[in-house]
């Protein structure tokens, strides 16, 4: 009997250790899985962010927006009307709108809808003034009208001296909400007070992890940042220890990440239960063999005292225990494997959807190519404007033909980057590569003469390419205003566009200057978005231009400049 006492107290000491460096161990892991899916999480919520931070700074640049701000009652602001919803369609933003210097909206993506914000005022929003004051901000509370959560990003028309208006774009979490409830666990977004603007469990939206100070919600209801919502405390809370507590009081692991300029948190929170279950079950394990040994000690004493029956009967029952207790870990490995391949199978849809977000460079790829002719057509128009001064109608009418020719190439421009963004194509023809580089000429010959740039250019007679004319155009035309704003400053700036017909299937097309080069540091990444070497420039136009020739079985590379400064080759196939 002392034997088996003192069998018992080992096993049990083996079980308690085992136990404790099994929860040790699968907190560790359950900590790494949260901290990994915040992660995941915190990147495909940044993606989002940065893609609608583009949306006001876009839209400041449209020329519509100071026709309707100019005159909010005619078809300007109608028309702006159309354009917006449009672009929150597109987009997915909940909605964009456009406020006057007084707060009030003239006009809105949602405009001649029951919930319409046209004719609303919105100067009492903190978003307004403060856009008015800095040019920019971020609110993040609950719509006025919708009371739907949500971050404000606006931006100021004009300049601080005299401001005209504001440009407000509303970014909702709905979208990623529902991919992150794909993952296992829960997933909020929480302000500094603690209160969920967005969860995987939508039942938690606009709750709180912890009770509010009188003195803070009476701010909140002061500001009407949430509106007129409860803002109670919801299923999961935060104890004094930093711990958080989920329904019937499980204990949760909780991951956190920034939200990256704003004062908001991520957090991702998965229950400690399953876990310390298997850890629980794992310490039986290594105890298992233990117990077994000792049950075999004893079994063999008993045998010395009973009969071997009964010793063959005990051997029965241990042989059927091992066996049930093997059948229960298989179930629980093929349970472990099923697990892991709905993990797999998140993490493809979630790298599926940053793969759609990059769609949302598009548009500022827009307004970057669509700036080009908008300048020729105000080129044309001044010219126009002292030929008719002069009394040349001949050169009037010359001017403005030209200028009809380039606002349908603007048409052009605008229909394929949208059947761009669509996945959709227009087949290639034949088209004469003498016209294309007239055509591109057109565009940016008189800035080459403002800036007293020389331009070499291919004799006449060049083949024919199996192309789209606008789109091949837009290559040309985009290189060499790279090229102009190479050769700026230096003495005697040098272009040119050299055509390379010798090839049987190709034609190669090559714009050089004897500027300073491409920076070598740019060099391997220069045709990826956002990349430039400008002070002011975008980054989107070579890697639009890349994606053209590629499209039309050709290609975009940097090559040796003749001249001595940089040099791309664009090669084409021949008709």
Sequence with gaps: MLLVVAGLAAAAGIWYAALSLGRQDA???????????AVQHIRLLDSELARFRLLPIVLGEYRDLGEALASPTTDAARRLDDKLGFLARETGAYIIYLVDQKGLVISASNAGTEDSFVGKNFSFRPYFSQALKDGTAEYYGAGAISGRPGLFLARRV??????????????????????????????????????????????????????LSPEVRAGIAASGQYRDAALAQGNYHVEDAGRIHGPRGRIMIAAEQPVAGTHLRLLHLLDTRAALL??????WLLALPVIVGLAVIVTALWWRMTRAARAADDRRALEEAVAARTVELHDEMAERARAEDRYRDAREELAQANRLASVGSITAGLMHEINQPVATIRTLAENARHHLAANR??????NLDAAVEVTARIGTITQEMRRFSRRGRRAAGAEPLDAIIAGALLLV??????????????????????????????VIVNLLQNAIDAVAGIEDPHV????????????????????????????????????????????LGLGIAQDIMNDLGGSLT??????????????????
């Design 27 to 37: 907190l560790r892991r359950l900590d790494a899985e949260a901290s990994g899916l």
């Design 158 to 211: 004009g300049d601080a001296a005299a401001p005209a208006g504001v440009i407000v774009v509303k970014f909702e979490f709905d979208a990623v909400s529902r991919i992150w409830a794909n993952d296992r666990g829960k997933t909020f977004v929480v302000d500094e007070h603690q209160i969920i603007l967005a969860a995987s469990d939508p039942s938690q939206v606009l709750t709180t992890l912890a009770p």
């Design 278 to 283: 298997e850890a629980q079950a794992q310490a």
């Design 393 to 398: 109608l001949d050169r009037v009418g010359a």
């Design 445 to 474: 010959g008189n800035r080459f003469r403002k800036a007293g740039v020389r331009l070499d250019l291919p004799p006449q007679g060049q083949p024919h390419v199996l192309a789209e004319r606008v789109r091949l155009e837009q």
């Design 496 to 539: 040119a566009l050299l055509v390379d017909a010798a090839g049987k299937d190709m034609v190669k097309l090559t714009v050089a200057d004897n500027g300073p080069g491409i920076d070598p540091a740019l060099a391997k990444e220069i045709f990826r978005p956002f990349v430039t070497g400008k002070p002011d420039g975008l980054g």
């Design 558 to 575: 940097i090559g040796q400049s003749p001249l001595g400064g940089a040099a791309f080759v664009m090669t084409v196939r021949r008709a």
